[in-house]
């Protein structure tokens, strides 16, 4: 029990820095006398721990020492985070590795842990997605890593562009790479699909990240003003019950909870929604995929484009049948 805790309050140290008595005490749920004695059991061991005193003290590692006790490899431990996503590690050059961390993680348990793999499994992209060609997958997720610089020509919608970029970091979205990266300092990093770089040369300049930039949150940001832009104006429907339950799938999370949280009930079953739309020409295209169970009430030119729509389908399937 306490080799165990040992351990921990070493692995807190290294992977945390500089950590008080009272906050190893509240993550080993241990007393503040018990920190201390394993500090001391630690020193005795050779481990080069210290302590500083003071408001901004604490016990830190001495700076350079890692612990191998893990049996990991930089790369394994890298790898162990997308231990769920094998097909995305072997993308990003790590394949290899993750078997490896994966043998070794086996080792470690009591017991075999075939079991996971046998009820629980992971597949991050969609049903009609076609998994993107990343060629260059491998150079920019190393040159992420150790900081490089890249050159590349892009793929833009008004045509082809080269960039020097700051890789930030990787995202993988839906079964589709996304590169975070700053065109150049003090720029804001954007954001780059992995699929339409057409070219990539690794430059020999180092950068720094700004501080305090993490990609997670980045990224979370980044999603959630996507989805802000996305929907700048509303329509009113009316939804019959089987449409009200294939909203999410046809339309989307948004729209399903907007009809969820605006929609009333009319005496005929139907319920009358304000749903958020993109714009009129999308919304006539995505409210046709629930047919008759979507009645358009507002805007007066969404309805009128969606009954131009109708009348024409109508006059094509209600005419003579073409003769091939």
């Known amino acids: ?12 140290l290294q992977n945390r820095g500089r950590l008080t008595a009272a906050q190893l005490a509240e993550e080993l749920e241990v007393s503040v006398r018990t920190v201390y004695r394993d500090v001391e059991a630690l020193a005795a061991a ?4 210290y302590g500083e005193a003071g408001h901004a003290g604490g016990y830190r590692l001495l700076d350079g020492f890692r612990t191998r006790l893990t049996g990991l490899t ?10 769920a996503l094998p097909g995305p590690a072997a993308q990003l050059g790590l394949g290899e590795a993750l078997s490896t961390a994966q043998l070794k993680l086996r080792a ?17 992209p969609g049903w009609y997605g076609r998994a993107d060609e990343t060629p260059h997958l491998a150079a920019v997720a190393d040159a992420v890593r150790e900081r490089y610089a890249i050159l590349v020509r892009y793929c833009r919608w008004e045509g082809t562009v080269e960039r020097r970029l700051e890789p930030y970091g990787l995202v993988l979205k839906a079964g589709r790479w996304y590169l975070v990266a700053s065109p150049g300092e003090g720029t804001a990093p954007r954001t780059y699909r992995v ?17 305090g930039f993490r990609l997670a949150a980045h990224w979370q940001a980044q999603v959630a003003d996507f989805h802000a832009r996305r929907h700048t104006a509303h329509a009113t429907v009316r939804l019959s019950p089987r ?51 979507l009645e358009v009430l507002a805007p007066p030119e969404l309805r009128d484009s969606i009954t131009t729509t109708v009348r024409e389908l109508a006059a094509r399937y209600l005419g003579t049948p073409r003769s091939d």
């Open 1 to 12: 029990m306490r080799a165990s805790r040992l351990l921990s309050l070493l692995l807190l």
């Open 46 to 49: 050779g481990i080069p721990l």
């Open 74 to 83: 930089t790369s394994e431990a890298q790898a162990a985070f997308l231990a």
């Open 108 to 124: 470690a348990l009591p017991t075999p842990a075939g079991w996971v793999e046998d009820r629980f499994h992971l597949d991050a």
């Open 195 to 211: 699929d339409q770089i057409l070219e990539l040369t690794v430059l020999a300049e180092q950068f720094t990240p700004p501080a």
């Open 243 to 293: 449409g009200l339950g294939r909203i999410r799938e046809h339309l989307g999370p948004a729209e399903h909870r907007a009809a969820t949280e605006t929609g009333t009930l009319d005496p005929d079953g139907w319920t009358t929604a304000r749903l958020p739309i993109e714009s009129l020409a999308h919304a006539h295209d995505q409210f046709l995929k629930l047919g008759a169970d």
